[in-house]
């Protein structure tokens, strides 16, 4: 049948699944907005007060449901307006599909009003981009857009759409999506086989698992496989859903905000077995010293990953779902009860704690996710701005099930948070969903509250208020000479009095006494919510590995008296 552009994208989008967009609409992209209106019956819209957030919202979405987020903006600065998010998509592996509208194919090229080359500018932050300037490729090239951001390691990818694309007519056939195969390559089962060996071999073997093993969607299998090894298990700041946070063998984080239990039994490990993780500076501190003399496996679907930053014993590149399958079908079961009681014991005797500092009865960030965690039974959606608030979300809430978490970990986007909450709530109607921030990060989204309201997403924004960029503000306290250089946020906004003009619920909690009680409140309202918790300024994230020290060293106490 013969459809326009704007009609055929819709189309395609249909076809893929979707129902549901992010977006912001301008002069560009009038054509395909005046094609989600016709189709407003079929796929949801979502706008938002910023392009940005309206991409943190799509990013979000993918993340805890596992489906490709999709969001639309104009040409000029709404496309640029996107590339925080494309970014935070690509360097966390995240499959996103964004649309951009951009002027008429007659009028490229001249500097025309509100013309950018998008593809030029996010050619290195996305998987692959395209510029559309045939009406009778828009149909395989959407198609293809989202099949190249589902593929091996996964990621986004940008179709570029100049106005008069949008109107053409052309004739549009209705097709079923590409069928994901992931490609394993030859000689990957004899790999798999020298890996069940060295782990059948290993007497202290110690398991890391990073965002690629929730990507696709292999948590099972880790599960089944942890179990098989009879091992301590980290996970990266990525992987914080990948497996049961309230078990016995799980040791926390590692890296530099990692637990010491972890540091310590990567240091006494005889194999270091890792799987779907990219080993980030974060994670190494010290590229030199980590894992030193120790075997390590490395498992990853990204060749390009492999012995980037870590020269590994053995490798394998393939599907790690595959891969893992293969694995518990001929891995024996393993006993390394000693092995297991001695991380154990490391566990009790380095426990992540927080003091008060000035008050009993102050409110610790501590006591605070721990509670969230309690009265939520460690099944809420958590979400993330970047700062002092993530690490401790990372670290006191228990995360049980996969797709559970949406953080920005290799981009570290700061305004994340509140766009990726409202994406996972959309996502995941019947599912609490909080966002985790800093007062910092805060000021950079907070007219997304407008969108909360609007569209009544009933996603509670829990802000803890301490009138600094407080990770900054410790390395300045560690590194700088307590240099507290312009991270002294001190600005006078009245958060209630916000929380009013958005018309939205507005609670504060300064006392810990107040932590349960209130948060109950916000739990029970199913509105949304602006929960501040005022915190003291010298809580620290603990514990820290200094940039370039040897992750088995961190830093575990701070003296701000000093």
Request: glycine residues 8%; proline residues 4%.
């Amino acid at each position: 049948m013969k459809l326009t552009g704007s009609d055929i994208i819709l189309e395609c989008l249909l076809e893929q699944g979707v129902d549901t967009v992010f977006g912001y609409p301008g002069g560009a992209v009038l054509n395909i907005y005046d094609s989600i209106y016709k189709y407003s019956d079929k796929i949801r819209h979502i706008i938002t007060a910023h392009e940005q957030n309206a991409c943190h919202a799509a990013d979000g979405y993918s993340r805890t449901t596992g489906k490709t987020g999709v969001v639309i903006a104009t040409s000029g600065p709404g496309a640029t307006n996107l590339t925080t998010g494309i970014a935070t998509a690509y360097m966390d592996s995240i499959p996103l599909v964004a649309i951009t509208g951009n002027v008429a194919t007659s009028l490229l090229g001249l500097d025309s009003f509100q013309e950018v080359d998008i593809c030029g500018i996010t050619m290195p932050i996305t998987k692959h981009n395209f510029i559309v300037k045939d009406i009778t490729k828009l149909a395989d090239t959407i198609r293809e857009a989202f099949y190249i951001a589902n593929v091996g390691r996964k990621g986004p990818v940008l179709i570029d759409i100049p106005k008069d694309i949008t109107a053409a007519v052309c004739n549009y056939e209705k097709k079923d999506p590409k069928k994901i195969v992931f490609h394993n390559p030859d000689g990957i089962n004899a790999q798999i086989d020298h890996a069940v060996k060295l782990i059948s071999e290993s007497k202290r073997p110690f398991i890391y698992a990073g965002g690629g093993v929730v990507s696709c969607d292999a948590t099972d299998e880790f599960s089944q496989f942890v179990k098989k090894v009879n091992a301590p298990v980290s996970l990266s700041l990525m992987g914080q859903c990948a497996y049961d946070n309230t078990s016995e063998n799980f040791t926390g984080m590692l890296g530099m905000h990692g637990t010491k239990a972890s540091s310590l039994a990567l240091s006494e490990c005889d194999l270091f077995i890792v799987l779907g993780s990219r080993f980030s500076d974060r994670v190494l501190c010290n590229p030199g010293t980590f894992a030193k003399g120790k075997k390590i496996i490395h498992i990853e679907i990204d060749p390009a990953e492999i012995g980037k930053n870590v020269t590994a014993t053995h490798t394998i590149s393939g599907d790690i779902k595959y891969i893992l399958k293969k694995i518990n079908s001929t891995l024996p079961q393993l006993d390394h009860s000693q092995w297991l009681d001695k991380v154990c014991e490391w566990k009790k005797e380095y426990p992540l704690t927080m003091l008060p500092i000035d008050d009993e009865n102050e409110v610790l960030p501590k006591d605070v996710i721990e509670t969230l965690d309690r009265l939520t039974e460690g099944s809420a959606i958590i979400t993330t701005e970047v700062g002092q608030h993530q690490m401790w979300a990372a670290q006191f809430y228990n995360f049980r099930n996969p797709r559970q978490f949406a953080s920005s970990g290799g981009l570290g986007t700061m305004g994340y948070g509140l766009g990726a909450a409202m994406g996972s709530k959309l996502g995941n109607p019947d599912k609490k969903v909080i966002n985790v921030a800093g007062d910092g990060s805060f000021y950079m989204n907070m007219a997304e509250l407008s969108s909360l309201k609007k569209h009544n997403i009933p996603v509670i924004e829990l802000v803890f208020s301490n009138s600094v960029l407080g990770m900054v503000r410790q390395w300045q306290r560690l590194f700088y000479d307590k240099h507290f250089s312009q991270t002294n946020i001190e600005r006078p906004t009245d958060f209630m009095l916000l929380a009013q003009a958005f018309k939205i619920k507005g609670i504060t909690i300064s006392k810990k006494d107040e932590i349960e009680p209130k948060l109950k409140e916000a739990l029970e309202c199913n509105e949304p919510c602006l929960v501040n918790v005022i915190i003291n300024k010298d809580h620290n994230v603990l514990p820290m590995v200094p940039a370039g020290a040897d992750v088995s060293d961190p830093i575990m106490q701070i003296d701000i008296n000093d």
